[in-house]
């Protein structure tokens, strides 16, 4: 986006409005395929209207760059996830009603001073680091985003520093692996080091990290997010299962001891840490015992947050030829069990909250509900859930304010403003 402003482009969030579309692909897992694929038609139908021409980008359209140019003639230009340098030439050949692709292998480069957030002013994502060493069994992403490439910490800093002038208060560092943070570059892994230099930002009001691998949660690591009091007491870490035969056949590196020793190490010594971790159910050979251990340790351990999905069969990835053992009725089934599980504690430590003044900011006001919709730093954005706030004076968005907790709901807290 920063390199279509640069040369002069407009964007509107109305369809209707444009000349040309650009569809933002995921091609991680099924769901997500038939979501950018619908997608692709829909704008294709807007042809009928102004629009021109339809580029399409992200990993689908580079995870099936062989095929999807002669199978949907109804979008003009493929591009690669690397190729976001071609991005003007795209729209502009896309708008000529030509067709053509950008596949070629290039370096990315994030060093780029105009970029444009899509998300709140006041909160942006870093991107720290490209692709993945780890080959997940089920993980089509290392074949789509390539092996593992970090920045420099000098380019992320530098970007902190741009975000923050222009107003950004919370930023959160993610990549595929946050934790392998500079083995590439460095000769070994310095994500706490990375941290505690862009929470030396000044302006950095909230720091967040997201996607750490649990073999890879350093001592060092959680002492730096727990001490530096801009770095916020949260860590998401996806632990994918805790039965040992399955975290093998998944070619994940935990076991059911190792995960279960550093959940007891964060609960004794960072309790009031936020813990957030992903589940996958239905892998090509999890045994009715494998998926009652998960269950029995998702309530045991009480994460926080808890995301949960079924398992995706992929081609090119080592688990799309394994034998599926688990039917796809049964994957769902266990998939809900999980959620309610997770949905019955988290209504609980929500309740518990209640009486409770916590610090948050301000996302945005809803007229329809006259609330304004706000997060702590227990919430990281989009992901989890918001805090509901009310008040007889405005509020400013993008400030800090001290809310006391009046109800809560499943995932949702509600307040008023502790003048
Ligand atoms: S660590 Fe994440 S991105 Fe990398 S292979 Fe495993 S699931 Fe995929």
Redesign the pocket.
């Known amino acids: 986006m920063g390199i279509l402003q640069r040369a002069g482009y407009a964007f509107t969030s109305e369809p209707e409005e444009a000349d040309v579309m650009i569809v933002n692909t995921c091609g991680f897992i099924n769901d997500a395929k038939k979501e950018s694929i619908d997608t692709i038609f829909e704008t294709a139908t807007l042809k009928d209207g102004k629009l021109q021409g339809v580029v399409v980008t992200g990993c689908l359209s580079k995870r099936y760059k062989d095929v999807l140019f002669d199978e949907i003639p109804e979008a003009d230009v493929f591009l690669g996830t690397e190729n976001y340098h071609h991005i003007v030439e795209a729209v502009e050949t896309a708008f000529r009603g030509e067709r053509r692709t950008f596949f070629e292998t290039e370096n990315i480069n994030y060093e780029n001073e105009d970029r444009v957030l899509t998300t709140y002013p006041h909160s942006a994502y870093i991107k720290i680091a490209e692709g993945?060493?780890?080959?997940?069994a089920?993980?089509?992403?290392?074949f789509i985003?390539g092996n593992y490439r970090s920045r420099t910490m000098e380019s992320i800093v530098d970007e902190a520093k741009i975000l923050v002038s222009r107003g950004v208060k919370e930023i959160t560092l993610i990549a595929?692996?946050t934790t392998q943070y500079g083995v590439d570059i460095y000769g070994k892994a310095r994500l706490p080091e990375l941290l505690k230099k862009v929470a030396a930002v000044k302006g950095v009001a909230w720091l967040r990290v997201l996607?750490s691998?649990p073999e890879r949660v350093t001592d060092e690591l959680l002492e730096t997010i727990y001490t530096t009091p801009n770095i916020v007491n949260y860590l998401d870490m996806?632990i994918?299962h805790f039965s040992d035969s399955v975290l093998k056949a998944m070619n994940?590196k935990s076991s059911y001891a190792s995960v279960t020793a550093l959940l007891k190490k964060l609960r004794e010594h960072y309790p009031d840490m936020t813990l957030r971790t992903t589940l996958l159910v239905g892998f090509p050979g999890e045994s009715k015992q494998d998926f009652d251990r998960l269950l029995k340790s998702v309530k045991e351990t009480e994460f926080d947050r808890l995301g949960c999905f079924a398992f995706s069969r992929e081609e090119g990835t080592k688990a799309f030829d394994m034998p599926e053992t688990v039917s796809e009725k049964e994957k769902e089934k266990r998939r809900e069990k999980v959620m309610a599980a997770q949905a019955d504690i988290s209504l609980a430590k929500n309740k518990a909250c209640i009486g409770e003044t916590i610090r948050v900011i301000i996302d945005e006001y809803d007229d329809d509900i006259f609330m304004y919709i706000a997060r702590s730093e227990a919430c990281a954005p989009e992901s989890d859930g918001k805090v509901y706030v009310s008040s007889p004076e405005p509020l400013k968005i993008g400030e800090f304010y001290d809310v006391i907790i009046t109800n809560a709901e499943y995932h949702d807290l509600m307040g008023e403003i502790n003048e």
């Open positions: 993945c060493d780890n080959r997940c089920y993980c089509a992403i290392p985003r595929q692996d996607y691998y996806p994918q994940r």
